[in-house]
């Protein structure tokens, strides 16, 4: 990608941080729950009785 | 006579044979480095000043050390009292990491008579090897004091035990001020030579990376190290060291995952931050994604499956992988990709004898520790001390 201007490259490279950003979030998100998930089951399980 | 017999071969075991071996031949070199001078050992040149002394006995040794502040920071600061069992052994390996740090720093730098200079006697109070030179000084010492109520304990020291004991929080809350001082200024360090890093490791964010990195390679380490000691110093543990084994390492599995995340995250944004991504499709870009994706994705999502199944073993082997997945990140600054742009009749490759002061400093630190752990009360609490934390 070419950049004309200083302004140019910012945008784009921040832009770009932006959408990482986000999925970030999302990945933080599933792995928690990916990790907690079981353990949720352990506290669940007496509940049932 | 059998007396005799049975006590010459306790001590000509195979470890004890390769330790004298390693020390004899760490002591030749230690006596040609301060006789003949840096040239006759290593292969440093102009080019390359800093060789694998500070690559791995520096960078690798404080990074590896972190254990001591994050162990210590989980148990008092963030009162998970569960991993308590887990402290000592930490700090007794922070220490003895940064002190060996000290040693070895001695031989890249020499004239050892002059250490206390940049702190005493000319501060560059601009420079970020003064910030690192005092954190180190200041927190070898805390780790010191924090130590020291398992010598006391040893030595029947109540009254000087109870007192320091007593200074655990701030000396903590020390720990980790200076811990995330020092451990960033390293990676600071490397901020004034952007031209000769690779453009994949080079970072404005290197600090940030230095740090962030500290974290899952501490927790790791003492999961390893943790692993590495069960079956030797099995027999010094009290029930309830081995009782919380298993609780620590689910526990630090889960941190070091997220931490690894963590990490990951801020590589990313490094990489996108200078619009990196083309060097990726290139030779050294391989070498790049071996390293994070390999190094450090992988134990990440390790850690977080073994965290979730349970599975002792699978966390152990993460800990290993990212073990030498710092070493490796730490290699690949200093050195792998330092220079990367001169021919390879240039670039640097450390000498044998350079690699065999490294090994031996570890030596060093292996016999002291198995010297401590033997002795004092590190895998188990001492009988008059119980809970008393």
């Known amino acids: ?49 | 006579m059998s007396t005799e017999n049975t006590s010459k071969a306790s001590i000509w075991t195979p470890a004890n044979i390769i330790t004298a071996i390693l020390l004899v031949f760490g002591l030749i070199i230690t006596v040609l480095r301060f006789t003949k001078g840096l040239g006759t050992v290593t292969n440093l040149d102009q080019n390359n000043p800093w060789g694998i002394w500070i690559g791995f006995d520096l960078l690798c040794g404080v990074a590896l050390a972190a254990g001591g502040y994050t162990t210590s920071s989980a148990c008092y600061l963030f009162g998970l009292k569960k991993y308590h069992s887990a402290v000592r052994p930490a700090i007794l390996t922070a220490f003895l990491g940064y002190a060996l740090v000290v040693f070895a720093l001695h031989f890249d730098v020499g004239r050892p008579y002059r250490l206390v200079y940049p702190i005493f006697l000319q501060p560059g109070t601009t420079s970020l090897l003064f910030e690192v030179g005092l954190c180190v000084f200041l927190y070898v010492s805390v780790l010191a004091v924090e130590f020291s109520p398992a010598v006391f304990e040893w030595l029947g020291m109540k009254k000087i035990r109870n007192m320091v004991h007593k200074l655990t929080l701030p000396l903590t809350v020390l720990g980790v001020v200076l811990s995330t001082l020092h451990q960033s200024s390293l990676g600071a360090l490397y901020i004034a030579v952007p031209s000769k890093i690779h453009p994949l490791w080079y970072s404005p964010y290197l600090a940030v990376l230095f740090f962030v990195s500290s974290i899952p390679a501490g927790l790791s380490m003492v999961i390893f190290e943790g692993t590495l000691a069960h079956k030797p110093w099995h027999h010094m543990m009290d029930k309830t060291h081995l009782d919380e084994h298993d609780g620590v390492t689910l526990g630090f599995a889960r941190g070091a995952s997220i931490a690894l995340a963590a990490y990951f995250c801020v590589k990313l944004v490094a990489l996108a931050a200078d619009d990196n991504w083309h060097y990726l499709a290139t030779g050294w870009g391989a070498w790049y994604l071996l390293e994070v994706v390999g190094f450090v994705l992988v134990p990440c999502l390790m850690y977080a499956i073994g965290s979730r199944e349970k599975n002792i073993p699978l966390i152990k082997w993460a800990a290993g992988i990212t073990v030498f997945g710092i070493i490796l990140n730490r290699f690949n600054i200093s050195m792998v990709a330092f220079n990367w742009q001169l021919p390879s009749s240039q670039r640097y490759f450390p000498s044998l004898m350079e690699i065999g002061l490294s090994l031996f400093v570890v030596t060093i630190g292996v016999t002291v520790y198995r010297f401590i752990v033997s002795r004092m009360p590190i895998f188990f609490e001492h009988p008059e001390y119980k809970d008393a934390h």
Do not use: C, N, Q
Request: aromatic share 22%; net charge negative; proline share 2%.
């Open chain 1, 1 to 49: 990608m070419e950049y004309y201007i200083y302004h140019d490259f910012m945008m784009h490279v921040k832009s770009v941080i932006y959408i990482l950003m986000g999925l970030f979030v999302l990945g933080f998100w599933g792995l928690w729950a990916f990790m907690t998930s079981r353990d949720e089951e352990i506290h669940k399980f007496p509940e049932h009785h």
